[in-house]
Each structure stands twice: as structure tokens, then as C-alpha cells.
């Protein structure tokens, strides 16, 4: 049997237990680092079949450096962390799991929009400093009868638009100019222009993915035409909202509220001024996470690897090679 070398890059998890019991079918135990730079991975990943990666950067300068890599699969939705363009002219494979985490990113999302309309960690906060009737200071809205927006419709914003279907809100609005406005309305959805839904909308959730065309589509501008009393969430990816523009917008109040669980850089600096604001929470990126979740994705991220190494194309293919 053909001995491969199959190699995660930065280790977030501790065990692998999952991607073992799914290689082991080709006899394969994955070899787990933590590269610090660029030198230590190329020493590493120059004789390696696969590659799983997290968060590492995975350049052009290393991918050309790769003499047998057949595979690189991004754990995780995005893969903006990955030169795709350099594998694929260099003939690898690019791999994802795109949908491991819908329920769990979802959940997060509507998580954020109930705190942020119910006040619920501002009001931990106020009481444990012995304050009380905290409506006073900062009024709350019910959610029936309200707009919400998607900015874009994938697979975690179809299953947040299942979610909140029973909410009675009055309408959803969804802007993805990549998803034809059929789906949109068969799903019970109402496509618009982005410029709309930030008008109409009272509750904006961000579940794009980062591309040079999305990276600061929300900016002083787009808060411009949102309502004062909107809320924004953002689980997708941080710099899709330009953070100075949403401080200065939530400062000014010229937006209600914000749940965040994503940053431009994570963790998010001490220095960052939205650290100082009352109506923005916080978590740690955390969207994507549950036990289960963490259960499915290494499982899936290995299945692209067994079956590019089988012969086949990944399971959750990126690229397309020929």
C-alpha cells in the first residue's frame, strides 16, 4: 500500500480522532503541526499528499513549493486564507465543508438578534452594578411584524430563514446577486437591491463570504441609509463591515445595536473603540461551534482527503481541476 503524508497545518483541536478513523482506510495517520511561518510549513509540506488546514496562510510562495500535494482541504465555510488560484494552476485540489455548521452559525445569528433586541447582556451588566428598570434608559421593540435582511443566501442563511419563519416578522428581504430571485421568492423571500434592504430593513444579519467584492461592503454609506433603531449581525467574516465605519455609526446613533462574532483581526484588539460602546456584544467567533459541529466538520474535511487520494474529486470541491 502507497504511504501518504497527510498534514494539518495549525493545531485547533487537540485530537483527531475523527480524521484518523476516516483515513485509516488507506492506512493514514495524520502528522499534526503548528507552523509559526512560512519556513517551518515549506520544510514540512514539501513531500506532503495532503494538506488540512485552519487558519495558516497557505501562500502561492508555499503552495509552488509543494512537490506532491494532491489535496488541500480548509477546515471550515470560507477558504479566503488559501491561494486558490496558485493550486490550481499548480494542479491541487481545494476542499472545504460548507455545511457543517447551519444550524450552529445560525443559531448564533439569532442569538445576536434577540440580545440585541431585548438587551439581555446590557441588562446583566446594569443589574450587577445595581441598577433596575433599565427600560428607561434604552427602549426595546418587539420583533413581530419587523423587516428582517439577509445579505446573501447560502446554506447558513437559508436555514436562519427557516429559523425565524414563526417569528411573525412582516417581511425578509434577501440581497445575493449570485442566487437567482426564484429561489429567493419560492423560499418565501423578497430579493432587492443591497441599497434596499438597508433602507426597509430593521434587522440586517451579514452572511456573505469574503471575496475582494464583499470586503467593506458595509461602510459609512450603507449605515447611512440604515434606520436608527437597526440592528446589524455579522457571523460571516469581519471585514466584510468596515469597523471604524461601525463605530462612528453605532457612537452616533445612527444604528440601534450590533452583535458581532466576527473581527478584521482576531482576536479583537484591546485599542479597538468599539471595546468602549454599550450597544454592541460581543463573542469570539464562536458561530461555528458546538461539539457536534466540531464532530462533522473533521469528518467531512477528511472525506475530501480520502477521496482525492482514492482517485476521485473532494466531496466539497472549490476548484476544478483537470
Known sequence: MVKYKVV??????????????????????????DFKDKTE???VLRDADAVLVNLFPMTK??????????VINRYGVGYDNVDVKAATEKGIWISRVPDYSMEDTSDHALAHLFNCVRKITYRDRMIREGKWDLHKDWPSFRVAGKTLGLIGFGNISKTLFRKVSGLGL?????????VDDTAIIKAGGTPVPLEELL????????HAPLTEETE???G??????????????????????DEDALYSALKGGKIAAAGIDVYKT????????????????????????????IVELKTKAARNILEVLKGNKPVYPVNTIQ
Do not use: Q
Open 8 to 33: 494539518v497545518t495549525d493545531d485547533r483541536y487537540g485530537s483527531y480522532k475523527e480524521e484518523n478513523e476516516v483515513l485509516s482506510e488507506l492506512g493514514i495517520e495524520v502528522e499534526v503541526h
Open 41 to 43: 510549513a515549506k520544510k
Open 61 to 70: 510562495e508555499i503552495i509552488l513549493s509543494m512537490d506532491k500535494c494532491k
Open 170 to 178: 412582516g417581511t425578509i428581504l434577501v440581497y445575493d446577486p449570485y
Open 199 to 206: 433602507k426597509e430593513s430593521d434587522y440586517v444579519s451579514i
Open 216 to 218: 467593506g461592503m458595509i
Open 220 to 241: 459609512s454609506s450603507e449605515f447611512r441609509l440604515m434606520k436608527n433603531s437597526a440592528v446589524i449581525i455579522n457571523t460571516s467574516r469581519g471585514p466584510i463591515i
Open 266 to 293: 482576531e482576536p479583537l484588539p484591546e485599542a479597538s473603540p468599539l471595546r468602549s460602546l454599550d450597544n454592541i456584544t460581543f463573542t469570539d467567533h464562536a458561530g461555528w461551534y458546538s461539539e457536534e459541529s
